[in-house]
């Protein structure tokens, strides 16, 4: 061994932040460095003194001569294999950069900790040979990928998470007869199939489902229809285009006594899930040897999964584009419906009201001689790693587009792709000439692919959130009962973070003896299911209410029905009243719903202290207590979203309730358009907004003399 090799064992063997070791056929450890035995809790003296089952506890020990046996006998390779150090055995210092004790150290255990949690190695074991090939041992190599490994399943979590944002965004509903058969059309489901009215009519959704899955849908579907169970597989659909994209569907039965009168389904194409895990698949593949290039698209991801709109995704793709490649701008331009145009998308500016990312107007023709324009004519990157290169390629084209930017050097163009078609294009560019090497050309794709699912879902979601707004509108009154003697007002804001129907609902109506009936109520989740949930809640409250709408007996009644009909994992609330306009005198009863606020000239504000009672279906016993509503004062319901939310626990919003009500100006207290309108900009100032807020206001004016 000459010096150089001398000197390389010796280092490798002193300074190497991962642990090595050569063990010979018989599996003595003949030599081990420090970090080793740091990594494993033993000393070196004691690890190079025989058989890993002499000095490793039982279950390490055994994982270790498993993978000496096996290099061994098939004498190649043995790599992705990790050792889990179990929690209470002797492990290392945290990071690379503690040195390992020098050998010889008196009892030869510096670094030798012991670990509060279990450590996890990557190991690879390795055949050794002498210089005429004849087997010696085996050399190990260990790396502690602990943390790494926990951040591998924190981004499995958040991108799981994802996806389900995206299935629940994709849903498209449809209604069946009780036997099975096709009662109402559905044009969101025909504008996706291609069927004509008729052709709906006749077959349904089953006769577009592929012929593979025909057999086992339809029989699923009829032992369902005949069982009065739920609904709920997947299947392919043959699209209007020929194509078959990935649906999964949950229809429900909906009940009206003992009775099933029709079938809610909810279909939700999950082709861009399968595409996603499909992609994320070739990447892993593709990236596995880049820890520092794979972190850091997962960070992206992790970052695009939580952006909701395309301005937010534009404002993640310049944050990554500048940290993982050091770009000096980037861009996002956006196919319009025609697809002759890409429109300029500008990033979000953080900390700023409302939505400030827009679409420029200054667009670029799909058929113009710029980078971003040939990324998605030719579906393919487009490089330039110096203006001469960006010149020979395109001409003068991307200098006059844009002439703000002078100083750029080199420039990439990313075509954004979904299910195989281009909806805009991503560049980057440099204030220096720039070669973008074959692992960054790897990575830079990826990421363009995870943007185009990004914008995909972000598009969606701005488009579906006016929707569903409008949807929940609709299923709350249209205008509030005119009286001489009570004023009503009402808000409803719905949460900003989500697209999906939500269950908070409101309700005022007349009884037979003009007594008014005054209800709000918070049904839990989101969606369809959310929504017939508020509709089959509100419904039964009015029936009940026309047949006594005294508030125990009604709540007992909704009891009986969700013991009969909802599952039990349902929450929901109701405060329920029934009040006289003329005199204020009311009667009130309340399942688990956040008390009434009680406003008046004359004294504190303050909330109610009675018992609120068991949500609904939950056993108990339905009280109902006695109230007047006096000349000048108002009384106020809402829903939880008004006082609780990610910072503020439910006993602390409604002091800050209380406090507020106290601040409002006589004015305000007087008008009760004016008083909800304070009461939710007060309490949401300062809170993100992730809950549906309702708020009733009920206020008697004094009497004119």
Known sequence: MDASDAALYATLLTEAPGGLAFFDRDLRCRRANDALAALLGVPVRDLQRGRPSEVLPEALATAFETALHKVIAEDRPLTDFDLVVPPGEPAGPPGPSAPPAPA??????????????????ACTWLPARDGDGEHLGVVLTALDVTERRRAEEVIRRKEQRYRSLVEASAQVVWVAAPAGGVIDDAPEWRAITG????????????????PEDRPRIEAAWRECVEENRVFETNYRIRTKSGTYRHFDVRAVPIWQGDAVIEWVGANTDVTGQREAE??????????SAAALRTARLQQATSMLAEALTVSQVVQVITEVGRSAIGADYSAVALLDDDKLRLSIVAPSQPGAEGEVGSV??????????????????????????????????????????????????????????????????LRFSF????????????????LAGQCALAVERALLFEREHKTAEELQRSLLPSDLPQLPGMVLAARYNPATRHVQVGGDWYDVFRLADDRLAVAVGDVMGKGVLAAAGMGRVRNALRALALNDPRPAAVLAGLDRLFSATEDEEQFTTV????????????????????????????????????EPGTPLGWPSQRQQTSFSIETGNTVVFYSDGLVENRRRGVDAGLEELVAVAADAPPEVVGDPERLVDFLVDRMLAGYEQVDDVTVLALHVPPKLV
């Open 360 to 425: 420029s107007r200054d667009d670029i023709k799909v058929s113009d001689q710029t980078v971003m324009s040939v990324a998605v004519r030719e579906s393919r990157p487009f490089l330039a790693e110096h203006p001469d290169s960006l010149r020979l390629q395109l001409g003068h084209g991307e200098k006059d587009l844009f002439a703000q930017h002078t100083e750029e050097r080199a420039w990439v163009g990313l075509p954004l792709l979904a299910a195989g078609a281009p909806i805009g294009a």
């Open 104 to 121: 010889g150290a008196p009892g030869d255990t510096a670094g030798v900790a012991t670990a509060l949690e279990e450590r996890i190695l």
């Open 575 to 610: 405060a329920y009243a029934v009040i006289d306009p003329e005199t204020g005198q009311g009667e009130f009863s309340n399942a688990g719903h956040p008390p009434p606020l009680l406003i008046s000239p004359d004294t504190p504000a303050r909330v109610s202290t009675r």
């Open 195 to 210: 069927q004509t009215p008729d052709d709906y009519a006749v077959g349904g959704w089953l006769s577009v489902v592929h």
């Open 431 to 446: 204030t220096r000439p720039r070669e973008i090497t074959e692992e960054e050309r790897v990575f830079l794709e990826a």
């Open 278 to 287: 499909e992609m994320r698949g070739r990447l892993t593949e593709q990236l």
